[in-house]
């Protein structure tokens, strides 16, 4: 070799570069990041049999029926899909997309039982925080609009059978100011440890997303200093900085076709963002004298060790035993963490860090469904069979109607007699067109053909199979809104549209699961980096003045849990709360104050406000001069229901 070579294969660039201190377990460092790039290539590539399915699933329910390759018998060496097999024959591929409406009316079911997330400290003292940190997560799902995200998601979830989102605090540029983020990622830019088989996910420890991002994006997110940017400049040298894209605008191929390594847009930077579990030798220190435990390097050991040698010798100074000192006691264990790179493609790390999150935990929340025998499948693929039977039978029927003979007048032409045919062809299109001959007794009488070609078997197979995907899918008439049959009572109607849901409870619980696992991050991460009092109002009347002030030192050390209740924002539920509350008044149990307070009727607050502002005035006797008259000072003590009623009728609010 030359001279030049060998420090090449110096000892120090061929072994794993490894902190002196910790020389037996650091998984970061004993592995190369090129080693890494291409074990996260065969993870993403272990998930193309996922992505095809997804994208089949996609392509059934936006009309691409037809979509699906054969092998060409004309050429057996090609492939061809179904559709342009279908064309070169000369027929038409018909559809009648019947996996289209079933989402919709799955999403629609979904989006008019709406929810929200509940905080409920598990401290019962504590109760007034979970208040709080409620209306704070509300703002946040509202400032992240993720009624509608969530919608999308679903219908993600059931074309895929998984769903992904990433919870982070950010900046948000059009609030001017850090908050929680919420973004829904790709599953064709995934990438998970292929041997997933929790339904929970408590088994994932590599988790990763290709980004493709602006050369501008990267710099800003990543470079600290200008040599930062000259670096990162040289690594992607070869990006085109300009406004020209490889696919068309809303493209259906843009996410479909993603190499692991290589960006589709020229003009974009591939960033591969990966979370895994990494392991390290660490110290647990447990603090006697402060009553805390926490976690220190290996480095740290001397330090900890002097102090306890100074603690010691305080107390021994002050009479207290050596065994009797309280010292901070060192335990050697070997500590289990999530590790955060950022990576290009050629393996230069632009980022690396321990979770910065309080959650300790990566920023994803995903699901996989059912993952019964650690497989996942979709909602849509169950009743594709059947889209399939549909499209069938309706080209076939087009295509045997097209060719059949229809309406064929049969002439003989011996009964033509002084008659051209040219005379009868025009006589028999003529409205009441009559034709004369003289016909013999061997010869047939003209006639007209008209094949039945259409089967009736052949239209109940059709009937039959859209009844099929129905029963298949759990999504009957009375989910989707059809009218019932004429004398069918209310009740029965609506016990039907709640036995209809039974085949999607399991699907929609399982998604709630993903929310709440969702909502659990964005707590944490409010819990975490809200530093400063924020004054949400956006709870209304569903929670007291002093929860709609967050603030964070009396936050930050509750522990809380996460429910999901139905939302009050439902007619339903409107419904309910305003007629219980109307109950009560004419019961006598509350005063109008407290009625106009929470119900949902219109004008409620400002008939609230103008009882208000008549009770102020006769505190301060201001009423005219004159003394207070009975219907007042019983307005005052909470009674006269009846006058209050008789108010709000007046008002047009009760009937």
């Not at 018909?94 to 929200?116: A, D, P, Q």
């Not at 509202?142 to 074309?159: G, H, P, S, Y």
């Not at 999530?338 to 309080?358: I, K, M, R």
Request: proline letters at 4%; charged letters at 25%.
């Amino acid at each position: 070799m030359r001279k030049a070579y060998y420090k090449n294969f110096a000892k120090s660039n061929i072994t794993p570069q490894t902190n002196k201190d910790t020389w037996l377990f650091d998984s970061v460092a004993s592995k190369s990041n090129y080693m890494r790039l291409f074990d996260y290539s065969l993870m993403y590539r272990n998930l193309q049999p996922f992505r095809n399915n997804y994208n089949r699933c996609v392509a059934y329910e936006f009309g691409r029926q037809w979509s699906d390759t054969i092998v060409d018998p004309d050429n057996p060496s090609q492939t061809i899909t179904e559709e342009n097999y279908i064309l070169r024959q000369g027929r038409v591929p018909l559809k009648n997309n019947v996996i289209r409406k079933t989402i919709k009316s799955v999403v629609g079911l979904y989006r008019s039982n709406k929810s929200e997330p509940v905080a409920i400290a598990r401290d019962r003292d504590e109760q007034k925080y979970g208040e709080m940190m409620s209306i704070a997560l509300q703002y946040a799902h509202q400032v992240n609009k993720l009624e509608m995200l969530d919608a999308r998601t679903l219908e993600e979830f059931l074309n895929s059978g998984a769903a992904c989102q990433m919870v982070r605090f950010k900046w948000n540029r059009e609030r001017s100011l850090f908050d929680v983020s919420v973004e829904k990622e790709s599953l064709n830019r995934i990438f998970l440890n292929s041997d997933v088989s929790d339904p929970r996910g408590n088994d994932i420890n590599t988790f990763g997303v290709l980004r493709d991002m602006n050369l501008a994006d990267v710099i800003e997110s990543f470079a600290k200093k200008p040599e930062d940017a000259k670096k990162i400049r040289e690594i992607y040298s070869g990006i085109v900085e300009r406004l020209e894209y490889s696919f068309d605008a809303f493209d259906k191929n843009r996410f479909i076709h993603t190499d692991f390594f290589m960006p589709s847009d020229r003009n974009k930077c591939r960033v591969i963002e990966v979370w895994t579990i990494e392991s390290k030798e660490r110290l647990r220190v447990h603090d006697v004298l402060k009553g805390e435990i926490y976690i220190a390097e290996l480095n740290m050991r001397p330090q900890i060790e002097k102090e306890n040698q100074e603690r010691i010798k305080e107390f021994l100074n002050n009479g207290v035993a050596e065994d009797d000192v309280p010292v901070m006691n060192i335990e050697w264990f070997v500590d289990r963490y999530w590790f955060c790179q950022y990576l290009t493609p050629t393996g230069d790390v632009l980022f690396e860090s321990e979770t910065p999150f309080a959650h300790g935990s990566h920023p994803f929340a995903f699901l996989g469904y059912p993952l019964v025998n650690g497989e996942i499948h979709s909602f849509v693929e169950d009743f594709i069979d059947q889209q399939r039977y549909i499209d069938r039978y309706i080209t076939m029927m087009d295509f045997i109607r097209g060719t059949s003979a229809k309406g064929v007048l049969l002439f003989p032409e011996e009964a033509l007699g002084d008659l051209t045919k040219a005379e009868v062809m025009e006589e028999w299109v003529k409205p009441n067109g009559v034709i004369f001959a003289k016909m013999k007794k061997d010869i047939n009488i003209p006639q007209s053909i008209s094949s039945q070609a259409i089967q009736t078997t052949d239209v109940e197979m059709v009937r039959m199979m859209l009844s099929l995907v129905d029963d298949i899918s759990g999504v009957h008439g009375a989910l989707q809104g059809q009218s019932s049959s004429p004398g069918t009572p209310a009740s029965l109607y609506a016990q039907q549209s709640q036995n209809a849901t039974i085949n999607l409870v399991d699907i929609l619980d399982t998604f709630a699961s993903f929310k709440k696992d969702r909502d659990f991050k964005m707590m944490k991460l409010i819990q975490q980096y809200y530093n400063e009092p924020r004054y949400i109002n956006i709870a209304g009347k569903d929670y007291s003045e002093e929860a709609k002030f967050y603030n964070p030192e009396k936050i930050k050390n509750t522990e809380f849990d996460i429910s999901i209740s139905q939302s009050p924002s439902t007619p339903a539920f409107r419904m309910l709360m305003d007629d219980m509350l109307m109950q009560l008044i004419k019961e006598g149990l509350i005063d109008i104050e407290t009625y106009l307070e929470n119900a949902s009727l219109p004008f409620a607050d400002k008939i609230l406000s103008t009882i208000r502002r008549k009770k102020q005035e006769v505190e301060q006797g201001q009423v005219q001069g004159q003394p207070m008259g009975a219907e007042v000072q019983q307005l005052m003590q909470g009674q006269g229901n009846e006058q209050a009623q008789q108010m709000l009728m007046n008002e047009g609010l009760l009937k």
